[in-house]
């Protein structure tokens, strides 16, 4: 797989029937590893070990409802009291990031109402903070810390 922007980590691997699956501490089971998976599973371990999050505050891949259409989100990131402080949205690396990839992110935020917006491809990071008051987002240089 290729080598992403973020540091280095270690992952589990399996192989069977000529697929490679890799291990998601948080689904707790091997899932096939696909460019798009490589990038959550780096996001994951960023998040649990350079930001310090608690492994039990983070869901991953969940269906949430939106206009009567079944979304699936890459990544949460729960506060102590249940509300969403972080929405995660993963893309593969050949996937460039652009104002679809915002809106799309922006889109499942009317629901889950987040504090905080996470988009990447693994090569290319962005962390945006809500402003609910004026229905815009507020780029940020990184992640704050989980409090």
Known sequence: ?????????????????????IFDEIRKKFILLTPEEW???HVIQ????????PKSYINVE?????????????GVVFQPNGE????IECKAP????????FDQIARYNLVLK???????NGLNHYFCQMDFENEKYVFLKELPDFN
């Open 94 to 101: 050949e996937v460039p990031i652009s104002q679809q990839t």
């Open 114 to 120: 987040a504090k905080y917006l996470m988009v990447t």
């Open 1 to 21: 797989m290729q080598n992403l922007n973020f540091p280095t980590y270690s992952f589990r691997f399996k192989n069977s029937e000529n697929k490679v699956s």
């Open 62 to 74: 969940k269906s949430i409802k939106i206009n009567d259409l079944s979304k699936r989100y890459d």
């Open 84 to 87: 969403i402080f972080l929405l």
């Open 39 to 41: 990038v959550r599973q």
């Open 46 to 53: 960023f998040l649990l070990q350079d930001k310090k999050y």
